[in-house]
DNA sequence: TTGTAGGCGTTATCAA
DNA sequence: TTGATAACGCCTACAA
């Protein structure tokens, strides 16, 4: 491969100028100009990556850490960052966790060995006070996770509220025991959710069940198992808050075959308002998140630190949701006909 | 940061000796690597990637072309890239194309600005020919689209087993007047579906409509499309190929909505056997890719061909595909309750 | 077993 | 307006 020096001498120039025609600089007179730019095109010059990355110690990579990328919640998220990255000329490493703690330090390792500029992370599997370490090598955001003593830029959507409004959304239309499935016990969205789900509960005087059983939910697969373990053990809950679309169309994919009737006998919200939520029938209400914009202040918020220095304070970018009301929700008999 | 000379000085050693322990290289005392370590720890030195890449000419990442990753097709393949390339110590970078030439063309620059060792391409934009030039720079795998003239491993299932095994499963099943309907027109998977599509057709004595009219199909939203302009244009079709899913799902969805019957009045056959495909009322019979070895198999060509070299050599590996069968298009009566 | 020194390909500083 | 030279941080002949 050609290098810079090759160039030179093609061009019987010194490198120096070479460098300065690459790099679009001032000080290069025409006719030179045109001599470097045809030397490059001859030996079909690309400057060295990895020379310039040593050079100006910078990277223009991005780290984007998610549980699983298969998860619709994430790919949506990144399929924004990447393209507002794209706009920005920053590349983007994928960083799937699967929620282990040591993945995740292995993939923030990226920052200290200068391998990335920045991070962001759309979930958190260590104890805070592990990943701000990091911030001593490199800015981060945090997206969608809320910890709120965290010196840095936050994204999302008030969980809290969000929960609170399904939640009361379920009771208004009947719902008098309802459960809350939702993964990730220790997660900030967890229990951001949850106080919301306790807030409605309260202020409508009807007490919660135990919900230890139901928080490993997350997808498909255990809104499934889920409705097997409420028929067998809650069989008078008549409300499901599922904390994505995906486990609210396991669950309702089997109360289906069960004979159990959505909304009849059991209401059912999900979370996210992802294509699922429309095509299942019925199809099932769901909270909508902003993901497009939230991905994109994310990115722009860590180019921005990257590029202009970061200092270390909370800072939090709040998103309005949607209730979008569907069939699973609803007590009026607007079904879809079969 | 802490460089290696800084570890050198602080441990009274040359970087040398530094290196040696950082790589785990013969000929260090057992004191002398004590010190160098405790420096290291002292310091909080990590390697600097950039630096690394320069001197090794090795980036240790790979790209991963494709549309856009919130296609589950695509989303499910590169998650188990990502999976297989990290453990291969590996990093992947992201790369959507939105089925644009240009951005594709942009991604494969990586590999000539040794922004990345390798690449896998899972669609293509470009003609064969601009993407063989890229080939100088490094090692492509492709994945999916099968190039038969393309000198570099390929890795899919047999397209036109499969949608002729699909086409005779619709016309056995009663469907004898079917609509293809495939996204990208000038994809190789498109024409080699195609051919299957149309052997089926003509062995069975069918006549293929026109089929222009469908080629643009990819996703729910043109699965959904296409139902009301076969209900306008084609009313007589009894018979779908969708070549995604998400596709025959959009389409099955308005097929509900409109009060046409599926199976009973047209039946439906999906491809990638994604959970969408399950959770549908009615379920939806489609095609299985084995997407896990596929996609590891890709991988570990891509990074075969970085470490030991590479030869320009066409070089097909065929995985199986499954036919699942499901409500859609099951003509006897054993639909899932509603 | 350890250390010295050169170079990977760029860019920035300084002098001409 | 141009060019010589010194880094960026690491690894590896080669010498000791």
Redesign the interface.
């Known amino acids: 491969?050609a290098t810079i020096e090759d160039v030179a001498k093609f061009a019987g120039l010194s490198r120096t100028t070479v460098s300065r025609v690459i790099n679009d600089q001032p000080y290069v007179s025409e006719d030179k100009r045109v001599r470097v730019e045809d030397a490059m095109k001859a030996l079909g010059y690309?400057?060295?990556?990895?020379?310039r990355?040593?050079r100006s110690?910078k990277?223009e990579?991005i780290a984007v850490l998610l549980p699983?990328?298969?998860n619709?919640f994430f790919?949506?998220l990144?399929?924004s960052m990447?393209?507002k990255a794209?706009e920005w000329g920053y590349?983007?490493?994928?960083?799937?966790t699967h929620n282990l703690p040591d993945k995740e330090r292995d993939y923030l390792?990226?920052l200290?060995?200068?391998?990335v500029d920045g991070i962001i992370m759309t979930s958190l599997e260590n104890e805070w006070e592990v990943v701000e370490e990091y911030l001593q090598?490199g800015p981060i955001v945090l997206c969608n996770e809320n910890v709120s003593t965290a010196p840095v830029p936050v994204v999302h959507i008030d969980q809290e509220k969000a929960a609170y409004e399904a939640t009361i959304h379920l009771i208004e239309n009947g719902a008098s025991e309802i459960a809350f499935l939702q993964g990730g016990h220790d997660s900030y969205v967890f229990r951001d959710r949850e106080k919301g789900f306790l807030k409605a509960l309260n202020e409508r005087g009807i007490s919660p069940i135990e919900t230890e059983l139901f928080s490993s939910a997350v997808d498909?697969k255990s809104g499934r198992e889920l409705f097997h373990q409420i028929q067998a053990h809650y069989p008078s809950i008549n409300g499901v808050f599922a904390g994505s679309d995906?486990m609210a169309?396991?669950f309702i994919?089997e109360a289906?075959?069960a004979?159990v009737k959505v909304p009849e006998d059991i209401l059912v919200i999900g979370f996210d308002n992802q294509?699922?939520s429309?095509?299942?029938?019925p199809s099932i209400t769901t909270i909508e998140q902003p993901f497009q914009k939230m991905a994109g202040r994310c990115v722009e918020l860590l180019v921005q630190q990257v590029e202009q220095g970061y200092n270390l304070k909370h800072e939090e970018h709040v998103f309005p949701h949607r209730l979008q009301s569907r069939v699973s929700t609803s007590r009026q008999t607007n079904l879809?006909?079969?």
């Not at 590349?91 to 799937?96: D, H, T």
């Open positions: 491969m690309v400057p060295n990556s990895s020379a990355r040593l110690q990277t990579t699983r990328i298969t619709p790919n949506h990144i399929e990447e393209m794209s590349q983007v490493i994928i960083c799937q390792e990226l200290r060995k200068k391998q090598s498909v995906e169309a396991g994919y289906v075959k004979g294509a699922i429309m095509l299942m029938n879809v006909p079969l």
